[in-house]
Nanobody, 119 residues
Framework: QVQLVESGGGLVQPGGSLRLACAAS????????MGWYRRAPGKQRELVAT?????TYGDSVEGRFTISRDNAKNMVYLEMNSLKPDDTAVYYC???????????????WGQGTQVTVSS
């Protein structure tokens, strides 16, 4: 009913930048919070950034990453600067969506996009 598709991952050198994008599509009535999470090998999933009533950043990315949204297009972006090897992970898009014709809200996830920071 609702699909999230990420794009923009890849290989970048330390200190470089990348921009991730996530498009939500399907039977969307409303979207509240959209955000990004990541999972590095051998680690638990962690918050990167969310955008809703407020904007929240994980401690390890605050000041380097910026989240933004285009509500008209149901898209969320993540601008990543000053990338470090520790930022290497699969980045997942997340959105809380009310499907058209329904009253409840549900969380949806994208399939993930790999970001590798290495020289």
């Amino acid at each position: 009913q609702v699909q999230l598709v990420e794009s923009g991952g890849g290989l970048v050198q330390p200190g470089g930048s990348l921009r991730l994008a996530c498009a939500a599509s399907g039977s969307i009535g409303s979207i509240s919070t959209m955000g990004w999470y990541r999972r590095a090998p051998g680690k638990q999933r962690e918050l990167v950034a969310t955008s809703g009533v407020t904007t929240t950043y994980g401690d390890s990315v605050e000041g380097r990453f910026t989240i933004s949204r285009d509500n008209a297009k149901n898209m969320v972006y993540l601008e990543m600067n000053s990338l470090k090897p520790d930022d290497t992970a699969v980045y997942y898009c997340n959105a809380y969506v009310r499907v058209s014709g329904r009253l409840s809200w549900n969380a949806y996830w994208g399939q993930g996009t790999q970001v590798t920071v290495s020289s």
